[in-house]
């Protein structure tokens, strides 16, 4: 069975009944079933959920995001699995549908992330809270849409080599709501990249990521070094990457850096 976006939900007959028994594969969804008040439900977390900190030191750990151990989860006997079609493994997700109910969620942007939210609340009987957060979200980022789109701009992820965040990425709709223009627009995924690349790119402003490659000064000031004309900032990779419920800090943390006009 393929993987499907997060309008479907990934079942052989379909799931009616409130979910008791819930196993998240991808952090940021991890903190969505906190915060719509899953606690007793969610059973099991990958390696990587590290919000809420009480979970991460309480839940059962099921693996990382690509490794997950499926013998593991089978044990557990959960009735629901949240999924991502980008932070998880086809092969290992498809395993899961044999056995239990999987929803994948596929996010592009901050509509797929809203409507993803609502879809969850659904699926767990959370609709209310699910409905509250969406609509916070929503009315926090609306916000920030008067930002003009006119600084030249990479987001990377990862060094040696180097990775940018592409033009079908979440990250590069946060950019555009922050007002920058994604020099990598016309790639996919995360391209490699080069500094005489980025050179050539005319950036105005290159973001450092805090994950999933540890950006640090250290590395800021080298890159610095190469670009003297160019503004380089570390930033917090969970803030532009993850599309759940963190949403509604990501979209204080873009208002401040736009009106402290740290992106100039």
Same mark, same amino acid.
């Given at each position: 069975?393929? %993987?499907?976006?997060? &309008?479907?939900?990934?079942? $052989? /007959?379909?799931?009616?009944? #409130?979910? @008791? =028994? ?110 509250? %957060?969406?609509?916070? &979200?929503?009315?926090?980022? $609306? /916000?920030?849409?008067?930002? #003009?789109? @006119? =600084? ?113």
């Amino acid at each position: 069975m393929a %993987i499907h976006p997060c &309008i479907e939900f990934l079942s $052989s /007959a379909g799931m009616k009944q #409130k979910p @008791e =028994r819930i196993i998240s594969l991808v952090p940021s969804q991890t903190e969505l079933l906190y915060d719509l008040g899953l606690n007793e439900e969610v059973i099991g977390i990958t390696k990587f959920c590290v919000h809420p900190g009480e979970w991460f030191k309480t839940k059962t750990r099921i693996g990382g995001t690509k490794n997950i151990n499926i013998e593991k989860i089978k044990s557990l006997k959960p009735d629901l699995i949240i999924a991502n079609k980008e932070e998880n493994v086809k092969e290992q997700v498809e395993a899961l549908q044999n056995f239990t109910n999987v929803y994948v969620s596929d996010i592009l942007n901050l509509n797929d992330a809203l409507n993803m939210i609502l879809q969850v609340g659904e699926l767990a009987h959370r609709n209310e809270a699910a409905d509250k %957060i969406a609509t916070l &979200i929503s009315k926090k980022f $609306s /916000a920030l849409k008067s930002v #003009k789109q @006119e =600084r030249r701009a990479a987001y990377l992820i990862w060094q040696k080599p180097y990775m940018a965040a592409g033009g079908d990425t979440f990250i590069h709709d946060m950019m555009q709501y922050c007002g920058l223009e994604n020099v990598f627009a016309d790639k996919l995924r995360y391209p490699e990249t080069t500094i005489e690349e980025l050179q050539s790119l005319n950036c105005e402003v290159l973001l450092l990521s805090s994950e999933p490659f540890p950006f640090k000064q250290k590395q800021a000031d080298e890159i610095q070094s190469l670009f003297p004309s160019v503004k380089i900032m570390l930033v917090d990779g969970e803030m532009f990457s993850w599309y759940g419920s963190r949403l509604i800090y990501a979209a204080d943390y873009f208002d401040n850096l736009i009106q402290s006009r740290l992106l100039i």
